[in-house]
């Protein structure tokens, strides 16, 4: 049974498959588990929770069906470009969802099966190890959106797999298979397409058994190369945020409403 304190949440699914092993389950899946406002919150500030929760020793998170999770929903990006109250709450979310998945001690492994992308994205490799199904789909998504790669990206991809790959996926927005993101070295694993959740949970089941000190300092210690990455990473994320008052952002979003390749102004304020 999951923790008491899981009740409150309204978009996270909870479950405990085994004792100290804490499931997240990004559940819509009629919409590719897409984030809405509450949702993009709730998986946000999930880590304190968990972090502060002494029966939990270790975390996976999941899509629900056949994909991760297809990013931030429609309504959301309408509400970030016309609300500018609503801009600047989902801007803090931005960055305060990966610091705090980097300050959460609990080890956290991912399991990815179809497309990832945008803030799930960034969850599924934020994890200290992602475990990516052949067939998955990883994408920034940002670009085709007409904004800077913000969520994540520009903070750990160039350590995973250097800054010439990383700038030729983010820039070109080329979306990357869990075969090739694991050659490239952004994922832990590969492994055949509806495997990925018994990989990640046999994974979890290992840690969870490990030594929580040894494990949780070393991960501590890992994140420091991301920390001193912390000034480019809130760079891109206030790059990001201002891109959506852009035109280009609205055109990007239009587009991808009507499914069409976006008709961009080929103007930059830089």
């Not at 067939?135 to 250097?162: E, I, K, N, S, T």
């Not at 397409?193 to 290992?206: H, M, N, P, S």
Request: charge should be negative; aromatic fraction near 8%.
């Amino acid at each position: 049974m999951a923790p008491t304190w899981t009740s409150a949440y309204q978009r996270l699914v909870f479950q405990e498959p085994e004792p100290g092993i804490l499931e997240i389950i990004l559940h819509r899946p009629e919409a590719l588990n897409a984030l809405d406002a509450v949702a993009h919150r709730e998986l946000t500030y999930v880590w304190r929770d968990i972090d502060a929760d002494p029966s939990i020793r270790v975390v996976l998170v999941r899509g629900s069906g056949h994909a991760f999770s297809a990013g931030g929903d429609f309504a959301l990006i309408e509400e970030i470009m016309s609300d500018p109250e609503a801009c600047m709450r989902v801007w803090k979310e931005a960055r305060d969802l990966v610091y705090n998945i980097l300050h959460c001690g609990k080890p956290i492994v991912s399991a990815i099966e179809g497309p990832a992308v945008g803030a799930g994205l960034a969850v599924a490799l934020l994890a200290d190890i992602s475990v990516a199904a052949r067939g998955a789909r990883l994408l920034d998504g940002h670009g085709r959106l007409g904004v800077a790669a913000g969520d994540h990206a520009v903070l750990v991809w160039p350590l995973l797999m250097g800054m010439a790959k990383t700038k030729y996926y983010l820039l070109l927005n080329e979306p990357i298979s869990g075969e090739e993101a694991e050659r490239l070295g952004l994922v832990s694993l590969c492994v055949e397409d509806g495997k990925a959740y018994e990989t990640a949970l046999e994974i979890a089941r290992r840690l969870a058994r490990g030594s929580a000190p040894a494990i949780r300092w070393t991960k501590y210690a890992l994140n420091n190369w991301f920390r001193m990455a912390g000034p480019i990473f809130d760079v891109s994320t206030a790059l990001e945020f201002l891109g959506f008052q852009l035109p280009d952002a609205r055109e990007g979003l239009q587009a991808l409403r009507e499914k069409r390749p976006p008709g961009f102004s080929g103007k930059a304020p830089l």
